[in-house]
Nanobody, 118 residues
Framework: QVQVVESGGGLVQPGGSLRLSCTAS????????MGWHRQGPGKQRELVAV???????NYAESVKGRFTCSRDTAKNTIYLQMNSLKPEDTAVYSC????????????WGQGTQVTVSS
């Protein structure tokens, strides 16, 4: 059974930090990339950060220099270190796993809420 489980969300003040984790299990195909997406209130879902199987990372312009995506390959786990958080970072953050040839398989976690507010 495939499971993608996020953790680490919560309430933080502007300027604060949070670290999200995402662990994938039960995936029998090669994982090509894992990434974080977010959907804020009244907004469309957007890609925040992605890390490929070769370790290459890409970030949305709005989070560059503040967020860092890293991975523990042996644990099929990725992390999102979020620093200098802003109220506009408030969103449900979801983890996505792309696997199989041509990324034919896409798995999602249930999401974790991040709220940035004073």
């Amino acid at each position: 059974q495939v499971q993608v489980v996020e953790s680490g969300g919560g309430l933080v003040q502007p300027g604060g930090s949070l670290r999200l984790s995402c662990t994938a299990s039960g995936i029998i195909y090669s994982i090509n990339a894992m990434g974080w997406h977010r959907q804020g209130p009244g907004k469309q879902r957007e890609l925040v950060a992605v890390i490929s199987s070769d370790g290459t990372t890409n970030y949305a312009e709005s989070v560059k220099g503040r967020f860092t995506c890293s991975r523990d390959t042996a644990k099929n786990t990725i992390y999102l270190q979020m620093n200098s958080l802003k109220p506009e970072d408030t969103a449900v953050y979801s983890c996505n796993v792309l696997a199989g040839r041509t990324n034919r398989f896409s798995y999602w976690g249930q999401g974790t809420q991040v709220t940035v507010s004073s």
